[in-house]
């Protein structure tokens, strides 16, 4: 990863997590397109005791994603209402800890469920970062899988297209 692109990262405030898990955490993560550059990942994390149940599906984080939105793009009141309920516009996943039925136990290994709209490659450092897996993916115990739940649907980023489009043009 380039220094620019980290620089730019650290540079945009996160709407979730605002520093690195010091344990491997589960937890919830969105991939935030930027006007110019990378994407960013913004996440909320399970061993956050300030947070619910609730706050930890993505429909309910979408608020505060869509503050970070607001603001890299400039909108409109009227554009972030018309995006409050699409929740599902731009990339997301979770991080879980995996579960073996026949052992009836967790296996101590993880899985980042992902839609597969964008390269795992661009985004899993700051996935393992922000859910402390790092120590974990040397040793195999982190794996990427693509889940159907998890996918941008294509009435969401229809409409967020539409808004973001006209915005990067100015």
Do not use: C
């Amino acid at each position: 990863m380039n220094e620019r692109m980290i620089k730019e990262i650290l540079r945009t405030e996160k709407t979730g997590t605002s520093k690195q898990a010091l344990k491997p955490s589960e937890g919830i993560y969105y991939v935030i397109p930027r006007k110019k550059g990378n994407p960013i990942v913004v996440s909320r994390r399970s061993d956050d005791e300030s947070k619910t149940e609730e706050e930890l599906l993505h429909i309910f984080f979408w608020h505060d994603v869509l503050k970070s939105i607001a603001h890299e793009y400039k909108l409109s009141q009227d554009e972030v209402d018309d995006l409050k309920d699409h929740y599902m516009a731009v990339p997301r996943g979770r991080v879980q800890k995996e579960f073996d039925p026949h052992s009836q136990s967790y296996t101590g290994n993880y899985i980042v469920f992902h839609g597969g709209e964008i390269p795992t490659s661009l985004i899993s450092n700051f996935v393992y970062q922000d859910f402390g897996l790092a120590p974990l993916v040397p040793v195999k115990k982190v794996r990427w899988q693509e889940e159907s739940h998890e996918k941008v649907t294509p009435k969401d980023k229809e409409v967020f297209d539409k808004i973001i489009t006209k915005k990067k043009k100015k």
